[in-house]
């Protein structure tokens, strides 16, 4: 059996790359809908989903002060799920002008609400259920044109292999299981 010690190091390792592997998690689908200069086929209200729901997880875990290691690639992966938002508005409908600011006001309003109002028990059940249905829109919309469209495979790919991880680390670095199952 590994020490705690030890435990703790290959956690705070596996954290690190975790941390650095967000930075271009999202890069091949934003790369493949850039070249292709369309999002054809691809669904944004998952993806405003995952990024509510990690506003809520981001929230709670600042909110407790746990170590940015175990939370931190949720900041790059938010930044990247919006502008692949913003690429899908601007290649499909045209419709970016006026709903990049009122989007971005309504993240700062959601983020503030967040890290101040809504209780801790909230912020960490409620991506329980969001991300079991944030992946339904685009499973449905690849069902109906029997095609994935623009849409890239390493990003979940790269999301699965993540999230393992992060089930030792969040079990590790913070022992709280409510985290653990979010």
Not at 37 to 43: F, H, N, P, V
Request: contains cysteine.
């Amino acid at each position: 059996a590994m020490s705690s010690a030890a435990a703790l190091w290959v956690s705070k390792a596996l954290s690190y790359a975790i941390l650095v592997g967000s930075l271009i998690m999202q890069a091949p689908q934003i790369y493949k809908i850039l070249r292709a200069r369309s999002a054809k086929g691809i669904t944004t209200i998952g993806w405003a989903i995952s990024v509510f729901s990690m506003t809520c997880n981001f929230s709670y875990n600042y909110r407790l002060r746990y170590p940015i290691t175990t939370w931190g690639e949720q900041l790059s992966i938010m930044v990247q799920l919006e502008l692949l938002i913003l690429l899908k508005l601007h290649f499909e409908d045209g419709g970016l002008l006026w709903r990049l600011p009122l989007g971005l006001a309504l993240h700062a309003l959601v983020a503030a609400a967040c890290l101040t109002w809504v209780p801790a028990a909230v912020l960490v059940a409620v991506p329980i259920p969001l991300s079991c249905v944030s992946t339904l829109p685009q499973l449905l919309t690849n069902h109906r044109r029997r095609s994935t469209g623009q849409l890239a495979l390493l990003p979940t790919l790269f999301a699965v292999l993540g999230l393992s991880i992060r089930v030792f680390t969040s079990i590790t670095e913070t022992g709280d299981p409510w985290l653990i199952a979010s």
